[in-house]
């Protein structure tokens, strides 16, 4: 094998793994892209997916013999986001032990932020990947079947004789087109129910918005990512057709995550292309995207509904509309009511988001938080995740704390490992891994605001269900599939899953 990319699981422990409070299964698109890149280019590669592994019973002795036997090139290690930091590093140091020439790069924003560290920290990891990274992998196997060194390719941060070598921004793939769509065939093993869909990346750059708690927000795209892509490009609806196609080969569930909702136009498009292929819609069991509210109009709504989108995640955040000012939120209540209800009446679920732990948030907040989530559930809003804040270096709220009344508790790398070794807890109690705490709100405090909103939106599940209902119609008529009883059943367990939730 030429190169084995690896979703790691958040530790090597199984039990732990298969218990994370966060979910493990999904990998990141940018590493399926990479591969889909060199696979298009003749390199012999595959995705395995460790926690996919593990839930089908292997251990992580079974995992690593077979990348013994697979003995590969070069291993690419995903280290996207902050619960896979202790197990990617454990990874990355028993496959050295074992095949101690081959070359181990990682990539994925969360490693980014602390890349220098990591090299520095620890002597299995041999690059780093900076941002966009099909190009930049190109490089790294073409230098090494020339027997080249990694300090030549672009878009890398190296250790050369005890001292590392940044190469510079990557090189992209200014026309994203030319990205070829992944196919879920290069990933092992195939992924089961309930995490069988795919994911569609849609567009790469900054969102075009500034939250100031958010990793893509155009403030801090750069300095978080390391990206030379300055501004939102986006896939023709074509390419989302052929992404399509491939996924629905192998899954029925898709979902797009990324930010396309602030090109509404370009997504109206894609939904009037989908809508032109029917065998596609007829594939498709379920269809999720995530917006932020006030973005679509009912014409978009209606016309991505008949495309096969049925539920539709909103970040609403807050009730208080100073604290909605304050994180830039580009939308009032007034706004977030009519969304939802918009929403429902074009026959797709709106599932809605909260935050705790907003700078300044008071209890005079929260009141207006709880007020409001009431609110959003007679306007149509499914609650379905409430999340602490979480802040790490390169956010506008960590680099500035002070300014926001913030006191950061994580600083080091070592320290985020939290999120690797927290397992899910029936009292819904995660205050180790409250990343901060406020001025007189201790991070008990934070975890414990969470929970009084969860405990709220299970104790008004019936009143969820009740206004539910009185939609099922309409979202029947748009989505045949959509039986009551399963739609029923699944916002009985969401409802039910709320109390030990993190993220």
Known sequence: MDVLFLHPPPTLDPKKANLSFMSTIIMGYGMLSVAAFLKREGFDVECWNMPAFYMHGLTTKNIIDMIKGASPQVVGIELNWLHFSKGAIQLASEIKK??????????????????????KKYECID????????????????????????MDVKGIIVR?????????????????????????????????????????????????????????????????????????????????????????????????QDYIYCRPKVLHDYALEIQKHQGLIDKIDMFNLAVLPGSLSGTILHDLSLAGVDSIDYGIETGSEKLLRSMNRQYSRQTILKTLSTTCKNGIRPVTYWMVGLPRETQEDMQETKQFIIKTIENGGIPRWVTPVCIFPTLELYERAS??????????????????ETTI????????????EMQGVTRKEIMNRANELKKLMIQNSDLVLTIQRKYYETYAKYHPKLAIDPMEEWLTKVLKSLKSTFF
């Open 98 to 119: 074992l095949l101690p020439n081959v070359k181990i790069l990682l990539g994925g924003v969360h490693q980014t932020i602390f890349a220098e560290y990591i090299l």
């Open 127 to 150: 690059g780093t990947c900076i941002g966009e990274a099909e190009k930049t992998f190109l490089s790294v196997m073409e230098k090494k079947e020339r027997g080249k060194p990694l």
């Open 160 to 256: 050369e004789n005890g001292r590392l070598i940044n190469t510079g921004p990557p090189e992209i793939v200014e026309d994203i087109d030319q990205l070829p769509p992944y196919s879920l065939r290069i990933v092992k093993p195939k992924l089961k129910p309930p995490f069988d869909f795919g994911m569609i990346n849609t567009c790469r750059g900054p969102c075009i918005y500034s939250c100031k708690y958010c990793i893509g927000n155009r403030n801090t795209y750069s300095t978080s990512c390391l990206s030379p892509r300055t501004t939102l490009t986006v896939h023709s609806p074509d390419w989302i057709i052929a992404q399509l196609k491939y996924l629905l080969r192998d899954v029925s569930k898709i979902a797009i």
């Open 403 to 420: 300014e926001y009344g913030i006191t950061p508790k994580f600083k080091s790398f070592e320290e985020f490992m939290v999120f690797s």
């Open 425 to 436: 807890s029936n009292n819904g109690d995660y205050t180790r891994a409250i990343t901060h």
